[in-house]
């Protein structure tokens, strides 16, 4: 069975700092890889996908994902944030090799203050 | 493009009652649709996977008779809750998978408040 890990629950940042959120998985065959973003009462949003090729996997909204096979993780990364990237984020995976449902973290918050 | 649309946004009933909550897909096909449930502050639980013209198919510890889930059309997927408690209360979020593709689009999930 898969499972995802989200390291941390909450993330503080000041604007235009840089940041990182965790994800650890484990699985015993290939999977892809997700990150979602999901406002206050709202739906989620794809922000970025590693399905194979380039371990460095660039989204929307200037985040990017390194997926790390040895250390199996998918860390997401943003250089510079930006009050409105305060939300929840969902890292998340499925099997490889056709559709799989989706297996989710328990999610970080990231709140950006001024 | 790929835009997946849920009726009512929010919704409140009395206990004992039930509730429908759609799940549109409006520009695209989707053979298979799923239901989560979002506990505040929590993470996104599948309840179930809808196929069109077929059942459901339910995770463990969902109870597929109090939620009852048709997907009648290649872009409209039913999620009712029957004699809704207080504990059904909760955010229910639909995705659906376009046909022959594998990302999964987010409708904007529905709040549902049992009182």
């Known amino acids: 069975a898969q499972s995802v890990t989200q390291l941390d629950s909450q993330v503080p940042v000041f604007e235009e700092a840089p940041v990182e959120l965790r994800c650890n998985y484990s699985?015993?065959?290939?999977?892809?890889l997700f990150w979602y973003v999901q406002y206050p009462n709202q739906g989620l949003q794809l922000l970025l996908k590693?399905?194979?090729?380039?371990?460095l996997v660039k989204g929307i909204n200037g985040f990017e994902a390194e997926f790390n096979k040895s250390q199996t993780s998918f860390h997401l990364r943003k250089p510079s944030v930006h009050i409105s990237d305060t939300a929840e984020y969902f890292c998340?995976?499925?099997?490889?090799?056709?559709?799989?449902?989706?297996?989710f973290g328990a999610g970080t918050r990231l709140a950006v203050h001024p | 493009g790929a835009v997946v649309s849920q009726h009512p946004s929010r919704v409140i009933c009395k206990s004992g009652t039930s509730v429908k909550i759609e799940c549109r897909s409006l520009?695209?096909?989707?053979?298979?649709m799923f239901w989560y449930r979002q506990f505040p502050k929590q993470s996104l639980m599948l309840m179930a996977t809808?196929?069109?013209?077929?059942?459901?198919?339910?995770e463990q510890g969902v109870e597929k008779d109090k939620f009852l889930i048709n997907h009648a059309s290649l872009t409209l997927s039913t999620l009712t809750v029957t004699s809704a408690h207080p504990e059904d209360s909760s955010f229910y979020i639909c995705?659906?998978?376009?046909?022959?593709?594998?990302?999964?689009?987010f409708g904007p999930g529905t709040r549902l408040t049992v009182t």
């Open positions: 995705s659906a998978l376009e046909s022959g593709g594998w990302e999964q689009y």
């Open positions: 699985s015993s065959v290939s999977v892809y």
């Open positions: 590693y399905l194979s090729g380039s371990t």
């Open positions: 998340a995976v499925s099997l490889q090799g056709g559709y799989n449902k989706l297996i």
């Open positions: 520009d695209f096909q989707a053979t298979t």
């Open positions: 809808s196929n069109e013209g077929s059942k459901a198919t339910y």
